[in-house]
């Protein structure tokens, strides 16, 4: 099962911030927090990702709480093409030590015009 | 960047035939690819695990018998999908990462419909 929840749906206004917040209160202390987007029939694309500090890149901003139960990923100037679905994995290590993502069902973010 | 491709892109077959989907890293060496699939409206499901030269690690509930996965080098992966049926239909997608990191790189996804 996931170890994230996630509004199932959110809408933001083009050239606003967008913040999609994501839940991860069972999360351990060396289970990363990933962050992927999939727009309709493709492949999800790799966003950011973090382990307890914020991380900012090209795309996004990645707040983590101190706690680390919560994150947030802000894309700072939404434009209609981020419109998709995002997903809040934390990656975790199976009864094998491999380690993997399980995926929720993710957020679903519409960009208005 | 990190590319992953996957051929085909869509593909339609009659029932009791075998399906041959390869996905290859672009750019980088995979270490590691991982298989998934999506039935529609819903999350994507790990169905196994691949590391170069060695068996694939399958997730409970698939078959390894009808998914069959090869690694042959450190960039392509193929899965069979062999004598599939309709329930088999879905969309099928691998990723990979590169030697020694953890971030995966998603190919496009390949379109099975079973006839």
């Known amino acids: 099962d996931a170890k994230t929840t996630q509004p199932t749906s959110m809408d933001c206004a083009e050239g606003r911030a967008a913040n999609l917040p994501c839940n991860h209160s069972?999360?351990?202390?060396?289970?990363?927090v990933y962050w992927y987007r999939q727009i309709h029939s493709q492949g999800p694309q790799y966003i950011i990702h973090?382990?307890?500090?914020?991380e900012t890149n090209e795309m996004a901003s990645l707040i983590i709480t101190e706690d680390r139960k919560s994150s947030t990923l802000i894309l700072p100037h939404a434009t209609l093409r981020d419109t998709a679905v995002y997903y809040c994995i934390v990656r975790v290590y199976d009864a094998g030590n491999n380690r993997k993502l399980i995926w929720g069902l993710g957020t679903s973010l519409a960009v208005n015009p | 960047g990190a590319v992953v491709s996957q051929h085909p892109s869509w593909v339609i077959c009659k029932s009791g035939t075998s399906v041959k989907i390869e996905c290859r890293s672009l750019?980088?060496?995979?270490?590691?690819m991982f298989w998934y699939r999506q039935f529609p409206k819903q999350s994507l499901m790990l169905m196994a695990t691949?590391?170069?030269?060695?068996?694939?690690?399958?997730e409970q509930g698939v078959e390894k018998d009808k998914f069959l996965i090869n690694h042959a080098s450190l960039t392509l992966s193929t899965l069979t999908v062999t004598s599939a049926h309709p329930e088999d239909s879905s969309f099928y997608i691998c990723?990979?990462?590169?030697?020694?990191?953890?971030?995966?790189?998603f190919g496009p996804g390949t379109r099975l419909t079973v006839l």
């Open positions: 691949s590391n170069e030269g060695s068996k694939a690690t399958y």
């Open positions: 750019d980088f060496q995979a270490t590691t």
């Open positions: 973090g382990l307890k500090n914020n």
């Open positions: 069972t999360i351990s202390g060396n289970e990363y």
């Open positions: 990723s990979a990462t590169r030697t020694n990191t953890d971030t995966q790189y």
